[in-house]
């Protein structure tokens, strides 16, 4: 079963880390529904929020592999509800 989370992550430096954020995300757009971007140029950081919808352990992995890239901060908020 499937289920419905919010992947939240901050990319401390976007010019480095962008480009490998979007790499990654482009793998899992099968589970992507939708994202958020917000370029805070002031302060040079990105805030991205993701929905997905996909198996715990395809979330699960794509967290992991986010929160590996250098100066990437990442959270992950997974429903307790199965959907189909």
Same mark, same amino acid.
């Given at each position: 079963?499937?289920? +419905?989370?919010? %992947? =939240?992550? &901050? ?10 954020? *979007?790499?990654?995300?482009? $793998? ?13 140029? +002031?302060?040079? %950081? =990105?805030? &991205? ?10 979330? *699960?992995?794509?967290?992991? $592999? ?19």
């Amino acid at each position: 079963m499937k289920r +419905v989370a919010v %992947i =939240s992550a &901050i990319l401390e430096e976007p010019d480095i880390s962008q480009q490998q954020f *979007n790499s990654i995300l482009s $793998k899992y757009k099968h589970i992507i529904r939708g994202r958020m971007g917000i370029p805070c140029e +002031v302060e040079n %950081i =990105s805030v &991205i929020s993701i929905v997905v919808v996909g198996e715990l352990d395809e979330i *699960n992995t794509l967290t992991g $592999k986010l929160g590996k890239i250098p100066s990437v901060l990442v959270k992950t908020s997974i429903s307790k509800k199965e959907v189909k």
